[in-house]
């Protein structure tokens, strides 16, 4: 029986000592354990999973490592789990927590800063000083759940409370998993000044961030939003979601598509969403003087950068990590309110058990697999 001292729980929603969950081993290597089932500290909670979503960061960590960082360094053979976008309900209340209730539906941020360094307290959680220096010593405060401490391939995980986002019974557990993903794409646009009714928008990368980007933007009134990619289903998919025009660069110039698109002038925001090799310059290039461009996705390889373009044009860059500044709070709002419907990039639906299998189609793009979602029951 899970009775840990302090921790309330509640006999309506059984906790067990063990769970099942995915940890990593060797680079590529996941074995499916049985962990004990985590027990949450002060300011934290238990969270059943019921369902989380792939996310390519996901792919970059099981297989290479990086940007996970546990307990100092590479994030293999440690009896790790990954996986960071996940929804659930609250199994548990740690110490002081009266903000949830034992069976609230949840959807999480990933980071949890340690709210004592000078960005936490900025308000910027995301680029806490202190990340992935608490080896495993969460009493500093700082987690980032799937990256420094136990993710979401499990069956329970625990959260801090500033992770989590309260969801709508109407919200179906897949849509609540893609929260995350869409605050991602809020971050960014709110990172370039948020106030973007009647600006113009270009969207690099139809990806899950650069769909919803689009889906985001254009929620928030920008004008046009153009969306760029190399894939005619998703760049359809981008016109479903509100993109008012879409460039297959594959077929057409991207820079000279987006300036004649535009009245023969570069736009007023770029989120560069792909991480391809050339695509930051060729961001810049689509930008009107004084433009800003937004980096949500990074190459693998250090690339040129046309650093005499950006200062010649008065070209702002800003780089994004996670979804920070309580973004997913707004896109969650957003997407209850029905102001665009994230669930169009949702295509597939897993076990926990067949995670490789839902991974190979994530990495793969298997039958053009865009999000992949897992559930835990």
């Given amino acids: 029986m899970y009775a840990p001292p302090g921790v309330r729980c509640n006999p309506n929603m059984a906790v067990p000592g063990t769970m099942h969950a995915w940890v990593l081993g060797g680079p590529g290597e996941l074995i499916f354990s049985e962990k004990p089932v985590p027990v949450p500290g002060r300011a934290e909670v238990l969270v059943r999973i019921d369902a ?53 539906r949840v959807t999480v941020e990933i980071h949890a800063g340690c709210g004592q360094c000078k960005r936490c307290r900025m308000g910027m959680y995301t680029s806490c000083l202190n990340y992935g220096l608490n080896y495993g010593d ?23 409370v500033n992770t989590l986002i309260r969801i709508a019974d ?16 809020m971050y960014g ?35 046009p939003v153009i969306l760029t990619g190399t894939r005619q289903g998703r760049l359809e998919k981008g016109l479903e979601l ?48 004084g433009g800003k461009l937004c980096l949500a996705a990074f190459p693998h390889e250090p690339v040129p950068v046309d650093v005499a373009h950006l200062v010649r044009n008065n070209i702002y860059v800003y780089g994004i990590r996670g979804e920070g500044r309580s973004a997913t709070h707004r896109a969650e709002a957003f997407m209850r309110q029905k102001r665009f419907d994230a669930r169009l990039i949702h295509t597939h639906t897993f076990a926990l058990a067949d995670l490789p299998e ?20």
């Fill in 52 to 104: 989380v979503a792939i996310c390519a960061t996901d792919l970059e960590v099981i297989a290479h490592g990086p940007p996970a960082l546990v307990q100092g360094g590479l994030p293999f053979n440690k009896g790790w789990t990954p996986g960071h976008e996940y929804m659930g309900t609250v199994a548990a209340l740690g110490p002081g927590v009266d903000e949830f209730a034992i069976g609230d």
């Fill in 138 to 160: 969460v009493d500093k405060g700082h987690r980032a759940n799937g990256f420094t401490t136990d993710g979401g391939f499990a069956e329970y995980a625990v959260n801090n």
């Fill in 170 to 185: 109407s919200m179906s557990d897949e849509e609540a998993t893609l929260v995350v993903t869409a605050g991602t794409a």
């Fill in 189 to 223: 646009l709110t990172e370039l000044g948020g106030l973007v009714a009647g600006e113009s928008v270009v969207v690099i990368g139809p990806g899950p961030i650069g769909l919803l980007g689009v889906a985001v933007a254009k929620a928030l009134g920008a004008s």
């Fill in 242 to 289: 509100g993109a008012d025009h879409v460039v297959d660069v594959t077929k057409q110039e991207a820079i000279e598509a987006v300036r004649r698109i535009n009245g023969g002038k570069g736009v007023d925001y770029v989120i560069e969403c792909s991480g391809a090799a050339n695509a930051i310059n060729d961001a810049a290039h689509m930008l009107n003087r």
């Fill in 358 to 377: 839902a991974l190979r189609y994530a990495r793969d793009r298997v039958e053009d697999a865009i999000k992949v979602v897992v559930k835990a029951r």
